[in-house]
T-cell receptor, first 114, second 110 residues
Framework: EAQVTQNPRYLITVTGKKLTVTCSQNMNHEYMSWYRQDPGLGLRQIYYSMNVEVTDKGDVPEGYKVSRKEKRNFPLILESPSPNQTSLYFC?????????????FGQGTRLTVV | DQQVKQNSPSLSVQEGRISILNCDYTNSMFDYFLWYKKYPAEGPTFLISISSIKDKNEDGRFTVFLNKSAKHLSLHIVPSQPGDSAVYFCAASMVGKYIFGTGTRLKVLA
């Protein structure tokens, strides 16, 4: 089954404790991206990756890191989480960025930083 | 400054009637525009997209219209069904970057 898998689905952590949210897709997609969803702000792009070893900042990259060492995985790293990073996070992938192709989204990761 | 705006936070429509969801954007460099539907506790799912060189794209009950001079796009759902009740996001893309609107909650009344 074609899917984007995020782990964990729920996470409560403390300020400053490094964490990684994993994202994996099984569709051989070139493009992957991370978003956060906050009430009243919609979805905002954090980072994206056009292909392996190619990543770039989205609208809200501060406090996040990503890596794309292999095509299927695109982890989101919070080196020192803060309470303002409490949010619902989505990973997405699509075949290419520059075509009218649909993006597949993961189920989301609800992160709470206390 | 928000580059993609959905000014209506919510919309209610009777089953069988047309639903029209609107989206405005400010950046004329966007390549593609997309609509996504989101149910609670799920990730967004793709609905329909349109290239900036077109003015209309149709897929079944869903049609997206793009008015470049007005920097406006709209999603028409005809006929609306109760299962269409969800939050709808419009998005604009430019060289890999995606900007989403804040969403419109559609409620289709049976």
């Amino acid at each position: 089954e074609a899917q984007v898998t995020q782990n964990p689905r729920y996470l409560i952590t403390v300020t400053g404790k490094k964490l990684t949210v994993t994202c994996s897709q099984n569709m051989n997609h070139e493009y992957m991206s991370w978003y956060r969803q906050d009430p009243g702000l919609g979805l905002r792009q954090i980072y994206y990756s056009m292909n392996v070893e190619v990543t770039d900042k989205g609208d809200v990259p501060e406090g996040y890191k990503v890596s794309r060492k292999e095509k299927r995985n695109f982890p989101l790293i919070l080196e020192s989480p803060s309470p303002n990073q409490t949010s619902l996070y989505f990973c997405a992938s699509s075949l290419f960025w520059d075509r009218e192709t649909e993006a597949f989204f993961g189920q989301g990761t609800r992160l709470t930083v206390v | 400054d928000q580059q993609v705006k959905q000014n209506s936070p919510s919309l209610s429509v009777q089953e069988g009637r047309i639903s029209i969801l609107n989206c405005d954007y400010t950046n004329s460099m966007f390549d593609y525009f997309l609509w996504y539907k989101k149910y609670p506790a799920e990730g967004p799912t793709f609905l329909i997209s349109i290239s900036s060189i077109k003015d209309k794209n149709e897929d079944g009950r869903f049609t997206v219209f793009l008015n470049k001079s007005a920097k406006h796009l709209s999603l028409h759902i005809v006929p609306s069904q109760p299962g269409d009740s969800a939050v709808y996001f419009c998005a604009a893309s430019m060289v890999g970057k995606y900007i989403f609107g804040t969403g419109t909650r559609l409620k289709v009344l049976a």
